[in-house]
DNA sequence: AAGCATATGTTGACGCTGTCAAGATATCAA
DNA sequence: TTGATATCTTGACAGCGTCAACATATGCTT
């Protein structure tokens, strides 16, 4: 019923916060309804104000699917960050902890994953820019990685790098989608599908290399 | 404006064909505008007859696309078998057949394999049985196939059948999804891709087993 | 301090959607 | 012939995204 302002609490016509307070309430509304319960019309109820207020801060319901897409690239891009960042591991096991740590935020963040790589955005080229300058770093950086991953011996050197990023993002993001489209995987599964991949895609061969 | 009826040309009360009719028509709107395209009420009026006419083919919008993707499953099972059913073929190149065949699928009828394998059904536990009954089979079979994979030396044995079950499909799952959301991969790449995952999946060693 | 542009909020309205209820018409079995 | 049943119709409703018009608050310029 009271929604929190900022600054006092009589109730002003200007909301002060609205653009980040419906954020907020979009990142719930979708983790607990899913993008079919995620409406417009919802959404400014649940944060008192009028149906049409949140047009002044959002071009369209796209563009806030966009925004809140952008926030989990962000957040993903930080998991990720900290694993690789991470010493004293070996390359696969770094590896292992990467493949592992996709797939649990896909499954921890199963509607947000669904808007970050889902069609209803891409499909139909409605991404904003923004999004994509917080989307295409995490491509790239995949790319990146896969090359060093050769370089090291823990991947097979003769075949092309875009290719196997291709691939192996591929089982990730397939992995992921079986997963939290509810078809064919269920969570206890996760550990050992992981652990399977990450098998077949690193060389058993040769592990004398330094760690990072 | 005039639509095919069955039998006479003089327009009768009763349709006489409106469940496939509707099926065919739905089709091909799903492949020209897409899921989202995709309403009952246009579909009714390009059929040629009222808004609530389809009800009484189909109990809501949610067993329509179930029989859509019904006969989906029907469809690529019988490619997967025109594949699996040729002769003189090594198991490696078969399997790369394969491969390839499941990703074309997938590019050929992208909305309709969103729909078969996308969570607007399954997220939600909406499949029909129908549904269920014809899309089952399809990932048993790919159990068996895997199974045989790992027996004919193929694929790794030491790996447990329904895990690298899983991760292969899911990487063809993947890939096809990366295609078809327009995300990070387009057609020219599909070839490639496929061979790369197929090198990665198959042991390089031993292939003197007879063939099938 | 006054005035005005701009940002931010509101209600009203439109066409689209899925679907239910009630009534019309055709078909089929007894 | 009759009555049940299948099929198709119009009317209605709530929910949706979004535009237009209007109201109010904020902030800059003079």
Redesign the interface.
Known sequence: MSQLKPKQNKPSYHHGDLRSTLLNAANLLLKET?IEGLSLRKLADKVGVSRTAPYHHFKDKNQLLCAIAEQGFVQWQQDAANIFNQTGLSPKDKYRQFFHGYISYAADNPELY?LM???TI??Q?SATNELRNAAYPS?NHQVEMTKKWQSQGLM?KD??T???S??T??????????L??????DRS?ID??CD??V???TQQIIQNQEPN
């Not at 993002?169 to 079986?178: C, D, E, K, S, Y």
């Not at 939290?180 to 995987?185: E, L, V």
């Open positions: 899913g669904d790589f889902g069609r891409w499909k080229n491509f097979p075949e092309n875009l290719r196997l291709q691939v993002w591929g089982t990730m993001h397939g992995i992921a989608r079986l939290i489209d509810g078809i064919y995987a599964h050992e599908m399977c991949a098998n077949l895609f």
